[in-house]
């Protein structure tokens, strides 16, 4: 069974700048598992931040910013907003496999 | 604007059955492909099924196959999600999304809550 991993939580202060990260239990995130990264906020439904690893949505902050970091797909939030505290997904594409997983998430803490 | 509006949720007993629903408009549904994926209560994100944008292709996590089927219909711009065989481990809310294989799921709808208990 294919595993995605995120830290389970994290905390920032306002300001500060913070890197959540998605590990495959696979082995090395490439970007030809095309990393998606989401936002949710409790009550709503996710938002997309970032695609194909570092690409951004028209509506995404220009704070929010995605990578490959260490064999890990990774999202950094530079300048931390308040109102950046919210769950995190990441999803990778396992394209040979036929098959989407997401991360476990990470709660964000803005504090 | 690109909207989805899922529909069908309920309360079901497990062994039971449900159709859900998924109105797309403000965009060519016929040329997007589109996921289904589902958030138990207080828990994360799980991806269910993908169906191509002509329907020719369909992919399920394995936790579903056999038991749901995604379709399509594109004379009436709408994704459906065949549930059989529910278990109460399907309790969640199910989203559906726009986007093609290898695409970013965006934007999603708000949800539909399936309950699945006797």
């Known amino acids: 069974q294919t595993v995605v991993t995120q830290e389970p939580s994290l905390t920032v202060s306002p300001g500060g700048t913070v890197t959540l990260t998605c590990a495959s239990s696979t082995g090395a995130v490439t970007s030809g598992y095309y990393p998606n990264w989401f936002q949710q906020k409790p009550g709503q439904a996710p938002r997309a931040l970032i695609y194909?690893?570092?690409n951004k949505h028209s509506w995404t902050p220009a704070r929010f910013s995605g990578s490959l970091l260490g064999g890990k797909a990774a999202l950094t939030l530079s300048g931390v907003q308040p109102e950046d505290e919210a769950e995190y997904y990441c999803?990778?594409?396992?394209?040979?496999?036929?098959?989407?997983?997401f991360g476990g998430g990470t709660k964000l803490t803005v504090l | 604007q690109v909207q989805l509006v899922e529909s069908g949720g309920g309360v079901v007993q497990p062994g039971g059955s449900l159709r859900l629903s998924c109105a797309a408009s403000?965009?060519?549904?016929?040329?997007?492909?589109m996921h289904w994926v589902r958030q138990a209560p207080g828990k994360g994100l799980e991806w269910v099924a993908f169906?191509?944008?002509?329907?020719?292709?369909?992919y399920y996590a394995d936790s579903v196959k056999g038991r749901f089927t995604i379709s399509r219909d594109n004379s009436k711009n709408t994704l459906y999600l065949q549930m059989n065989s529910l278990r109460a481990e399907d309790t969640a809310v199910y989203y559906c999304a726009k986007g093609g294989w290898l695409q970013p799921p965006s934007p999603w709808g708000q949800g539909t809550m399936v309950t699945v208990s006797s």
């Open positions: 169906i191509r944008y002509d329907g020719s292709n369909k």
């Open positions: 999803l990778l594409y396992y394209g040979g496999a036929q098959l989407v997983v």
């Open positions: 194909s690893t570092s």
């Open positions: 403000g965009f060519t549904f016929s040329s997007y492909g």
